[in-house]
């Protein structure tokens, strides 16, 4: 029975934490929010991101967070991209001796263009730090916390901990499988959502099958050549945290980033999409680190440039479609030939 904190009680990291609760952990999770830590920790629900789900009886929450970060020898980093930093810096006063971490956010900051493994690199004390392991794959929460079957990655350039975080998750419903390509898995995990955005534009445009299996087809060739150009694994994307993931993200409703680009599609405006989507909408402020990453490695993103535009340069869903569609005529393959 290992010690685990899981930091962030949003919807992914409560169905992680009840994983590791269902594996018989000692797992405690964490909520900046005294109520909703007191709601698992008495009722056994989290009926904001959990509806009508009953969490494990052994699964405990709370709100101290220097408690959260002292029980644990592994700590589950389940914020958002845009909380990395925060939550590293407000650890770092409370780390006293070396840990494992395991990130499960997906994404990129913009401007800096980090990773989120080379944040926590950043602010965490090296000495302090056993491992950081980027868990990532296609997964749901609504549908994880149901033990329908889910596969995902744990990668680590250090193996042994990625096999440990491995043995931690694994069960009848939760498949791990391990990889060592850390910039491949967080590449393919942070730009499926890019990509997911803009397969909810088609969907809210009403274009239908052939436009959207050209989208992620398409997108997964952005996703490929810019993670290569940065020393990512050809192969990554060809598996669960490239092909795998997108193809969750672009074709499901469970899908924050497909629900955000469907409404966009539909006309409303960006800031009205957050408000109804409710939840943190990742690709938005990827789109635009990916916007900056493919300009500084110099990477053809077309697909990307178009939903910038949307976003951020107030360019119609409809007039950026149809840009997409009467770019210069090439080769399917053209972009890969210095690959």
């Not at 967070?65 to 925060?86: C, G, M, Q």
């Not at 989120?116 to 994880?144: F, K, Q, R, T, W």
């Not at 791990?176 to 390509?181: E, F, L, M, R, S």
Request: glycine residues 6%.
């Amino acid at each position: 029975m290992e010690k685990i904190t899981v930091l962030g009680a949003g919807s992914w990291g409560t169905a992680l934490a009840m994983v590791l609760a269902n594996n018989n952990h000692d797992c405690l999770l964490w909520s900046h929010r005294e109520d909703q830590a007191i709601e698992i920790d008495i009722d056994h629900t989290n009926k904001r991101y959990l509806p009508n789900i009953v969490l494990p009886s052994n699964l405990n929450a709370t709100s101290d967070f220097e408690r959260a970060i002292d029980h644990a020898t592994t700590i589950i980093l389940a914020v958002p991209t845009k909380a990395i930093r925060e939550v590293c810096q407000q650890m770092r006063v409370h780390l006293k001796e070396k840990k494992l971490f395991v990130h499960v956010s997906k994404g990129i900051e913009p401007n800096s263009l980090k990773r989120i493994s080379e944040m926590i690199e950043e602010e965490l004390p090296s000495n302090l730090v056993e491992a950081i392991v980027v868990l990532s794959g296609p997964s749901h929460a609504e549908e994880v916390v149901l033990h329908h079957p889910t596969t995902i990655t744990a990668a680590c350039e250090k193996l042994e901990a990625a096999k440990k975080v491995q043995d931690l998750f694994m069960n009848n419903s939760f498949r791990v499988y391990t990889n060592d390509d850390v910039i491949g898995v967080e590449i393919g995990a942070a730009l499926k959502n890019v990509i997911g955005l803009a397969a909810g534009i088609v969907d809210g445009l009403g274009y239908g099958d052939n436009a959207k299996a050209a989208l992620i087809t398409r997108g997964l060739a952005e996703i490929s050549r810019l993670g290569i150009s940065l020393g990512a694994k050809a192969y990554t994307f060809s598996g669960l945290t490239g092909m795998g993931d997108l193809i969750a993200t672009c074709t499901s409703v469970h899908s924050r980033n497909w629900k955000a680009g469907n409404l966009l599609g539909k006309g409303a405006t960006l800031e009205n999409v957050l408000d109804e989507v409710g939840m943190v909408v990742e690709g938005v402020r990827t789109t635009q680190a990916a916007y900056q990453l493919a300009q500084k490695q110099q990477v053809s993103m077309p697909i990307t440039e178009a939903l910038y535009s949307v976003l951020f340069e107030h360019v119609n869903p409809k007039e950026a479609v149809d840009i997409l569609m009467i770019r210069t005529k090439k080769h399917e393959l053209e972009d890969y030939k210095t690959f």
